[in-house]
């Protein structure tokens, strides 16, 4: 059973940078790993994902360009450096990750979860 522990998050200013961090406690050289976020009052939704290889990487048209998701096969840790910060990234910051070859953007396909992390935009 793969084990998610995600660090990281915080409150930053608008245009600031946050990097988060999850940590997996097997090998996970073999799944497709990626972040999600919900907001109060609003569904999850899908802010990025990477293959294995880090060859493929999606995001949400909404932090295009300003989020980069990227991984460390020999350390088993996803990250997701997020700059140029608005108040409408606040949310808490989900890492997730599936054994498939092929990423995905849809929550449900993702059996493995973090226990989230608390990202607040605000002046």
């Known amino acids: 059973q793969l084990q998610l522990v995600q660090s990281g998050g915080g409150l930053v200013q608008p245009g600031g940078s946050l990097r988060l961090s999850c940590a997996a406690s097997?090998?996970?050289?073999?799944?497709?790993m990626g972040w999600f976020r919900q907001a109060p009052g609003k569904e999850r939704e899908f802010v990025a994902a990477?293959?294995?290889?880090?060859?493929?990487?999606d995001y949400a048209d909404s932090v295009k360009g300003r989020f980069t998701i990227s991984r460390d096969n020999f350390k088993d840790t996803l990250y997701l450096q997020m700059d140029s910060l608005k108040p409408e990234d606040t949310a808490v910051y989900y890492c997730?990750?599936?054994?498939?070859?092929?990423?995905?953007?849809?929550?449900?396909?993702?059996?493995?979860w973090g226990q989230g992390t608390q990202v607040t935009v605000s002046s």
């Open positions: 997730a990750a599936r054994h498939h070859a092929r990423t995905s953007a849809n929550g449900h396909d993702y059996p493995y």
């Open positions: 097997g090998r996970t050289n073999t799944y497709v």
């Open positions: 990477i293959s294995w290889s880090s060859i493929t990487t």
